[in-house]
T-cell receptor
Framework: EDQVTQSPEALRLQEGESSSLNCSYTVSGLRGLFWYRQDPGKGPEFLFT???AGEEKEKERLKATLTKKESFLHITAPKPEDSATYLCAVQAAGGGDKIIFGKGTRLHILP | ETGVTQSPTHLIKTRGQQVTLRCSSQ?????VSWYQQALGQGPQFIFQ???????GRGNFPPRFSGLQFPNYSSELNVNALELDDSALYLC????????????FGPGTRLLVL
C-alpha cells in the first residue's frame, strides 16, 4: 500500500537555527513528490515538485531533496514567518491522478 | 487572475443531513480535485473532475458525489452526513490533470453534530 510518513510531527526552532524535515514514502513507482506549506485556516500552498532521485530544488530559505525512499526539506536560517505546517505528498505511477499526503510537520520558529 | 474560491467558509449540519459545497476554479483551469482534511491530518483525495467528467476517485463511499460545470466550477455533495465527515474540505484547480501546480482554495470547514 502506498504510504507517506513525515517526521517530526512538530518542531520548534529559534530564529536562524537551520534544520530539516523528513518525508519517507513507499509507492509502487514514483511519478512525483510534492511539498506544500499550509498556514492555519488556509489551503496548502505549492512549494516544490521532485521527480527523480538526486533532484534538488530551492526557493529562498527552503531546499528540497529526493532519494529513492525519502525527501528532505531543508530550512536555512529560518524566520518567524516560516512558521507553518509543511506537507509532503506523492503521486504513484499506477495511481492515476490521485496524490497521497502525509500528516505534515508543524514548524514553529521563535523570534 | 482570480484564485480558487470556496463557499461557504463554515457550515454546521446534523447527522443524516445532506450538504453541498462549492468551488470556483482559478481562471483558465479545467481540472478540479476535492480533498477532505481532518484535524491534525493531511488532505485525503476524494475525487477529481476534468472537463466535466469524474476521472479519478479516492477511497470514499458513493454518498460523496460531485459535479463540474461548463465554466469549470464544481460542487461536492455529501449525503447522509456522519459525525466523521466533520473536516476541512479543500478544492484545488489545475490546468490539465497534472498535480505539479494545483492551486488550493481556502477550504470549507464542516461540522456535523
Amino acid at each position: 500500500e502506498d504510504q507517506v510518513t513525515q517526521s517530526p510531527e512538530a518542531l520548534r526552532l529559534q530564529e536562524g537555527e537551520s534544520s530539516s524535515l523528513n518525508c519517507s514514502y513507499t509507492v509502487s513507482g514514483l511519478r512525483g513528490l510534492f511539498w506544500y506549506r499550509q498556514d492555519p485556516g488556509k489551503g496548502p500552498e505549492f512549494l516544490f515538485t521532485l521527480y527523480s532521485a538526486g533532484e534538488e530544488k530551492e526557493k529562498e530559505r527552503l531546499k528540497a531533496t529526493l532519494t529513492k525512499k525519502e525527501s528532505f526539506l531543508h530550512i536555512t536560517a529560518p524566520k518567524p514567518e516560516d512558521s507553518a505546517t509543511y506537507l509532503c505528498a506523492v503521486q504513484a505511477a499506477g495511481g492515476g491522478d490521485k496524490i497521497i499526503f502525509g500528516k505534515g510537520t508543524r514548524l514553529h520558529i521563535l523570534p | 487572475e482570480t484564485g480558487v474560491t470556496q463557499s461557504p467558509t463554515h457550515l454546521i449540519k446534523t447527522r443524516g443531513q445532506q450538504v453541498t459545497l462549492r468551488c470556483s476554479s482559478q481562471s483558465g483551469h479545467n481540472t478540479v480535485s476535492w480533498y477532505q482534511q481532518a484535524l491534525g491530518q493531511g488532505p485525503q483525495f476524494i475525487f477529481q473532475y476534468y472537463r466535466e467528467e469524474e476521472n479519478g476517485r479516492g477511497n470514499f463511499p458513493p454518498r460523496f458525489s460531485g459535479l463540474q460545470f461548463p465554466n469549470y466550477s464544481s460542487e461536492l455533495n455529501v449525503n447522509a452526513l456522519e459525525l466523521d465527515d466533520s473536516a476541512l474540505y479543500l478544492c484545488a484547480s489545475s490546468l490539465g490533470t497534472s498535480k505539479e501546480t494545483q492551486y488550493f482554495g481556502p477550504g470549507t470547514r464542516l461540522l456535523v453534530l
